[in-house]
């Protein structure tokens, strides 16, 4: 019995471990390339190796990190083929997902979208990226959860667990120019909802991600190039 307790504290401590890593990764905090030393990780979370190399296996099976044999393990870096298929992907799911949403018209998500449009519109103003970041999240997953599809939900989120996706929405958004137009995206996708033009709803939403995903090719270019005069 207490070699079975003892089992189940190791897993319970190796998945709040494991999720604890994973949302430093998705959230940006670990960026892309970033080595991760078991040592380290171990000192910071407070754990033993033990736990942090399962957490570590755990999260290259998800295309989180690499470890790499005798070098050892870092954020793993997006190839542009990669974002490319990810934000096609994204651009058909969010797209069906707006449609859905402007079909139904579920009151809680619309308030949702409503309340997070107002936020974006303050943030633009002030500009303060990390509150256009905040709402534009809560955009996001308002349109998911008004689509009431719990299957097209976890293939979206499972899909964006393989990237610091709020991170690349920070770098796309560093352009004063295109954090406005963003606004007005978000706008027009708002306005088309609430008409309830399914169709309608889902072009523009995916117009909407072909934008973001140009707009993070330029800020991420535009990161390369100012890194590599440094």
């Known amino acids: 019995m207490i070699e079975i307790t003892q089992k189940i504290q190791t897993v319970s401590i190796t998945a709040q471990v494991t999720n604890a890593i994973r949302e430093a990764v998705i959230s940006g905090e670990y960026e892309p390339g970033k080595q991760l030393s078991e040592a380290a990780l171990s000192q910071d979370y407070e754990v033993s190796r033990t736990p942090i190399r399962e957490a570590l296996k755990q999260l290259e ?38 449609g859905l949403l402007a079909e ?38 308002a349109i998911l959860a008004g689509a009431n599809n719990s299957k097209l939900s976890y293939l979206l989120n499972l899909m964006l667990n393989q990237i610091p996706y709020q991170r690349y929405v920070h770098i796309s958004i560093n352009d004063p ?12 996708i708002l306005e088309v909802i609430l008409k309830g033009k399914r169709e309608e709803a889902e072009s523009t939403m995916r117009r909407h991600v072909k934008a973001s995903a140009k707009g993070l090719k330029a800020g991420i270019a535009k990161k390369m190039s100012a890194s590599s005069v440094n």
């Open 61 to 98: 099976r998800e295309g989180l990190v690499e470890i790499i044999p005798r070098v050892g393990t870092c954020v793993r870096k997006p190839t542009e083929q990669e974002l490319d298929e990810l934000f096609t992907v994204k651009e058909a799911l969010e797209g069906f997902a707006a």
């Open 104 to 141: 139904s018209q579920d009151p809680a998500a619309i308030k949702q979208l409503e309340e997070a449009v107002n936020l974006m519109e303050v943030a633009a103003r002030k500009n303060d990226t990390n509150l256009y970041v905040e709402a534009n999240e809560q955009f996001h997953a």
């Open 177 to 188: 120019e295109r954090l406005v137009r963003s606004l007005k995206e978000h706008q027009v």
